[in-house]
């Protein structure tokens, strides 16, 4: 551990240590700080292309706003951060995007899937009925 952590500070990188049964967390962790991110940034795409946005252009449009996102979140977390139709409890906006999703169904999943969690853990109002159209 010893030398591997020596390598580590080497190379400029941080060491951790992990107790062995948070293993499998610490690791679905990195999933969704990385792959999964990573999927959901290709999901956006879709969304973009649909939109007449191509993939080129739809990445380096999304950059500046991802930018002061991560920037947001690492500043004041997620709560404090979230923004759009939901924490405004705007159901019309929320149900246009759903109907127009139904051309990707992949990316209405995510997108159900991500706004009913967040309906779990951070701000929204009309929770009742953001809850009853993501079927939450």
Do not use: C
Not at 22 to 38: E, N
Not at 71 to 79: H, I, M, S
């Amino acid at each position: 551990m010893r030398v591997a952590r020596g390598i580590i500070e080497r190379l400029g990188g941080r060491a951790f240590s992990i107790r062995k049964h948070d293993k499998v967390a610490y690791h679905a962790w990195g999933m969704f700080a990385s792959p999964l991110l990573t999927v959901l940034l290709a999901t956006t795409e879709q969304v973009a292309a649909a939109a007449g946005v191509q993939p080129k252009a739809a990445r380096e449009r999304m950059l500046p706003i991802l930018a002061q996102t991560i920037t947001n979140y690492a500043a004041l977390g997620a709560a404090e951060t979230l923004s759009g139709p939901i924490v405004r409890g705007d159901v019309d906006t929320i149900k246009k995007h759903l109907r127009v999703l139904r051309r990707i169904p992949i990316a209405r999943d995510v997108y159900i899937a991500l706004a009913r969690a967040s309906l779990g853990y951070l701000p929204a109002k009309n929770l009742g009925e953001l809850e009853r159209i993501l079927g939450a």
